[in-house]
């Protein structure tokens, strides 16, 4: 069974920076793509950023010019580099990866900017 394991979240002050990270193990087939979904406590889970094997991506319009997600294809990793950080970023954010037309998850990681 493939698993997403998650790193980087933690709290930081508006204005700050984090690194997620994640890593997926028991892969044999190619990952296809891979992102990043946040989901806040009585909101709906939101897309934040997706990227395609060969590196395409795209990003939720709240995070343009602010997010930058990257991947490396030999590890099974994808990481999104988090800048200007806002109280409204705050959000589990969980990575998923698209393996055969199925989407694993991750178990999600606690991103909270204070103002």
């Known amino acids: 069974q493939v698993q997403l394991a998650e790193s980087g979240g933690g709290l930081v002050q508006a204005g700050g920076s984090l690194r997620l990270s994640c890593v997926a193990s028991?892969?044999?087939?190619?990952?296809?793509?891979m992102g990043w979904y946040r989901q806040a406590p009585g909101k709906q889970r939101e897309l934040v950023a997706a990227i395609s094997r060969i590196g395409s991506a795209n990003y939720a319009d709240s995070v343009k010019g602010r997010f930058t997600i990257s991947r490396d294809n030999a590890k099974n990793t994808v990481d999104l580099q988090m800048n200007s950080l806002k109280p409204e970023d705050t959000s589990v954010y969980s990575c998923?990866?698209?393996?055969?037309?199925?989407?694993?998850w991750g178990q999600g990681t606690q991103v909270t900017v204070s103002s």
């Open positions: 028991r892969v044999y087939f190619s990952i296809q793509n």
């Open positions: 998923y990866a698209r393996i055969a037309g199925y989407d694993y």
